[in-house]
């Protein structure tokens, strides 16, 4: 069986129109005719695409056989559309929970130059800190699409995949510096209370607003930078983080309760 009849074979199963498979992997339905018809090859990506639409392996797709030998290459095809739109989409949530940090961080602000016995420094508190709240609560509602980008091992076109590295470590070098002073603002907002708590001297009392806004910038700073990198080393890193024993039990356990 040649692939284009694999092709309409897979598609009717499935349910799908030509429309409706062409719009999945971003390309016309005349295309979609031309490779059923025999007339034509998809390109490798759209290939590996349609490998992941249908749940087939590449070598069923390019064989002249029959058999479904699924599972023979594992992994799921991350494109380059939806790559970008992972960091895109992490930016902001990046965005959201540096800023929901730093404003609960900031939140304690009012109370130290006010206290709360003044109606305008509890209700400056409240604001803050439901700002930070709201902050988080924002997350999360473009990202579901990409959950599945931590669940699967992931595979990319290996020229992407040179460029994606290199703008990992491009990330790295020019937030570097921004990580060593998230990170120095939170030793001194943080060493400044335990040093105080320690000798219990009140000398460095008056200063705990600046302290506390030292910390609220350090954790937007530092969570901000992290969560992009992290979204980056999974990417680019995609190894370690599916060698690890908490990914491989999770696979199996939804291998087992998917054969349940």
């Known amino acids: 069986m040649e692939f284009g009849e694999k092709l309409f074979k897979l598609r009717k199963e499935k349910g799908f129109s030509q429309e409706i498979l062409a719009e999945k992997i971003n390309t016309s339905r005349q295309a979609i005719s031309k490779w059923e018809n025999g007339q034509g090859?998809?390109?490798?990506?759209?290939?590996?695409?349609?490998?992941?639409?249908?749940?087939?392996?590449?070598d069923y797709l390019l064989k002249d056989s029959v058999e479904n030998n699924e599972g023979n290459e594992e992994g799921y095809y991350v494109s380059r559309e939806m790559t970008e739109g992972f960091l895109l989409s992490t930016q902001k949530t990046a965005k959201h929970i540096g800023l929901g940090f730093g404003l609960l961080?900031?939140?304690f602000e009012p109370y130290l130059i006010m206290g709360t016995n003044s109606m305008l420094g509890v209700l400056l508190i409240i604001v803050i800190a439901t700002l930070g709240v709201i902050s988080f609560a924002t997350l999360g509602f473009d990202t579901g699409q990409y959950t599945i980008?931590?669940?699967?091992?992931?595979l990319f076109d290996s020229n992407y995949l040179k460029e994606l590295k290199m703008r990992y470590?491009?990330?790295?070098?020019?937030?570097?510096?921004?990580?060593?002073?998230?990170?120095c603002l939170l030793a001194?907002?943080?060493l400044a209370f335990a040093?105080?708590?320690?000798?219990e001297?009140?000398?460095?009392?008056?200063?705990y607003p600046i302290f506390v806004l030292l910390i609220a910038v350090g954790l937007y700073m530092s969570v901000y930078t992290l969560t992009i990198l992290s979204a980056y080393q999974l990417l680019v890193n995609n190894d370690n983080h599916t060698s690890r024993f908490s990914f491989r039990l999770k696979q199996k356990v939804m291998k087992k309760?998917?054969?349940f």
């Open 188 to 190: 001194v907002g943080f």
């Open 257 to 259: 309760f998917d054969d």
């Open 41 to 58: 090859f998809p390109e490798t990506e759209k290939l590996l695409m349609i490998g992941n639409i249908f749940e087939v392996s590449i």
């Open 201 to 207: 001297m009140g000398i460095l009392v008056p200063y």
């Open 149 to 154: 980008l931590k669940k699967e091992v992931l």
């Open 105 to 107: 961080a900031l939140a």
């Open 195 to 199: 040093l105080e708590n320690k000798i």
């Open 169 to 183: 470590e491009g990330f790295k070098r020019k937030n570097s510096g921004i990580m060593v002073i998230g990170a």
